[in-house]
């Protein structure tokens, strides 16, 4: 996918409502990283900036890169809210396809980057390119949907739906340098757009840097 096309479907995906995710941090991301000790920080796929926001409260230095003008500017609004940070956060529009870092991170997590406008793009290659500027002792998290809720339009798509254990197949990080750290399911409550309620699961990978 080309950045053109891949920017103007997530913008045109966002500008569908004034805002898309919850502004909520990922919970796994919280209860992942709560006891690490603050670095640096790379969010991938960053959206309208909540993870980001929630790791430079906790002192990370971060960088949140998404594809969508839209969803950035709602997350610079959103770190303008909350006011001081104990850390920061830059927001760089990329295409991951082909944006590369340019210095190393503790911690690059990677929220639901895999989702029904990235069906052309590669996102593991992308995670084991990134991957690559993780620091020894760092960790690289992956969160995705191993279930998706009955309302959801994209639960015809495969390539949105992944177990954990797959993802770590998928990811085939050399095992010499990483270790799986966590690999497993988290259910957590949803409500759809007319208000019903389900529960889905999450896939949580944690891979830690030897
Ligand atoms: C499902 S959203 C998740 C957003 C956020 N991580 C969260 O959990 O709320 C996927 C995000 O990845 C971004 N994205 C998709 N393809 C991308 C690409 N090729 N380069 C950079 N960002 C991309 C989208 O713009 C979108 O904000």
Redo the contacts with the bound molecule.
Sequence with gaps: ?TQGS?RDF?ND??EERRRI?SGRP?VALVDVVDDMPPGRAL??????G??SIWLACQGWEVTG????ST?LARAAEAIREVGSVDGSVEWVE????T?EPNGDYDLIS????Q?R??LD?DADAVLRRMAEHITPGGHLLVVGHATTPPWSEHREHGPCQRTAGDQVAALAMNSAQWQVVVSEHRSRPVTGPDGQEAAIEDSVVLFGRR
Aim: proline share 0%; aromatic share 18%.
């Design positions: 996918m891949a997530w995906r966002y995710w990922n969010d991938l796929g960053a959206g309208e909540a993870d890169v998404d594809v969508s969803a990329a295409d991951l396809a944006w990677a929220c639901f980057l989702s406008g990235d793009f």
